[in-house]
């Protein structure tokens, strides 16, 4: 909280001369927020991590200092027309906390889920392939749905719905998937009848990069698929089978569709969207300013308030957020948000590994897999590692589908490590061949289970 009013107080004070209008108003609702959710974990969740829920505020505070920041750059280039994204912001973060309270009140226990994988399955593949036929084109990409006044990006929620198909599916089928197949070069290769699966999820992602243009979620769609595939089997052949489907996928779908193609060349020649040649050619300059202000930052930045991410242009707020930090808060600042991503994903792998049932194992995995995913393509995007996806930084950048998935993704974190916390102590008994006890797999049962 502090750091969220803190930054939402110095970035008025830095560029127009005095405190914010709405501090207090804004303070209130940071000060709410963090109750109510605080709340809701010790009254239903009382167990579970107690740095998953604080880390996701500290990066929803900063998303909250880094957009007013943004939306006072923008108020002061009127020519731009962007519209501020503050006010909206605050309103899906409130939206995605009751998402996140409801979960926690209604899904009592994470396995439950397992029983509605096929399910989850039919309606994610409807979300996800509804954009290339109603959905809307936007900045070259089709990976919006328009429900009246509002736009809908269902491959937020389809990444989490994809994890929990996967983790149901592998439970069941892990055996035959890590047993059978036939060793090539020192690695134990699927056999093709288990190819099945990773071949359709491969035929799908090249489906949403020729259909919607959309590189990111085709890329965390099949890495989820893959990290989770070798999570169960723990064979490396599924992981070589999976990153040479996806360097051909992506290679010819790079060289085919245009709007592909171009973001490859973007990212393979940046400055020459400063030449005449380059803009002739459509090639856009967010990527070399994104580039600029990463050098202008240096290592403790400009301050807030004192860069230009105005220059970044109307995906300032959203794909390019991360290029404020770097400009304003330097390397020191990205650093540190790339550290609270990874200490959150690290705790969702640690929610893993305590967990006893395999299916909230692979979906605590499943789900942290995807943070990372999404992050690294961003965070390659704009600092020219990786061609551009388009994608946005969960909890920090501007979005009601992206704000409300996230938290619907800490609220199963927390679910299921609260869970793993309850049944964690295991019954010793003793063992005839040892004079240790020895642990049998049965566990004491918690409060919500039945005799």
Not at 48 to 58: E, Q, S, V, Y
Not at 173 to 191: S, V
């Amino acid at each position: 909280m502090a750091t969220a009013v803190g930054g939402y107080a110095y970035t008025g004070l830095s560029i127009q001369g005095h405190l914010p209008s709405g501090l207090g108003q804004f303070a209130l609702s940071m000060l709410l927020l963090t109750l109510v959710l605080h709340l809701a974990v010790r009254r239903w969740a009382p167990l579970a991590d107690p740095l998953i829920l604080p880390l996701a505020l500290m990066l929803t505070g900063l998303s909250f200092a880094l957009l007013h920041r943004l939306d006072l750059a923008y108020a002061a280039k009127p020519f731009l027309r962007i519209n501020p994204a503050g006010a909206d912001q605050l309103k899906w973060t409130a939206t995605g906390g009751a998402v996140f309270t409801v979960v926690l009140i209604t899904l009592r226990d994470h396995r439950r889920l397992q029983r509605y994988v096929y399910l989850t399955m039919a309606v994610a593949l409807v979300m996800l392939l509804a954009p290339a036929f109603f959905g809307a084109d936007q900045f070259g990409a089709k990976r919006w749905l328009r429900l009246g006044s509002l736009t809908l990006q269902p491959g937020e929620f389809v990444k989490i719905m994809i994890a929990v198909f996967f983790a149901g599916y592998l439970t069941v089928h892990r055996d035959a998937l890590a047993l059978t197949g036939r060793r090539f070069l020192g690695m134990r290769l699927p056999p093709g009848r288990n190819m099945g699966p990773i071949a359709a999820v491969w035929a799908i992602s090249l489906l949403v990069l020729v259909f919607e243009r959309d590189l990111g979620t085709s890329l965390i769609f099949f890495g989820l698929f893959v990290v989770m595939l070798y999570t169960a089997t723990e064979r490396t052949g599924w992981v070589v089978c999976g990153v040479l489907m996806a360097v051909f996928g992506a290679a010819v779908v790079g060289s085919l569709e245009p709007h592909v193609h171009g973001r490859v060349q973007a990212w393979l020649h940046p400055l020459d969207a400063f030449t005449a040649e380059g803009r002739k050619a459509g090639i856009s300059e967010q990527l070399g300013q994104a580039l600029f202000s990463f050098g202008s930052g240096g290592v403790t930045g400009t301050g807030l308030g004192q860069g230009h991410p105005e220059l970044i242009g109307f995906a300032g707020n959203s794909d390019f957020i991360l290029t404020t930090v770097g400009e304003e808060l330097g390397l020191a600042g990205v650093m540190a948000v790339l550290l609270m991503y990874a200490l959150l994903a690290q705790r969702g792998l640690r929610t893993g590994l305590a967990t006893h049932d395999p299916f909230g194992k692979l979906l605590s995995v499943g789900m942290a897999s995807a943070l990372v995913f999404q992050v690294f393509v961003v965070t390659g995007g704009v600092i020219g590692l990786i061609p551009l996806t388009g994608k946005a930084l969960p909890f920090l950048a501007k979005g009601g589908s992206s704000m409300i998935a996230n938290w619907l993704m800490v609220a199963l974190l927390i679910r299921i490590s609260d869970s793993a916390q309850r049944y964690r102590d295991p019954i010793p008994v003793p063992d005839g061949n040892s004079s240790s006890p020895a642990l049998r797999g049965k566990h004491h049962p918690g409060p919500a289970t039945r005799p």
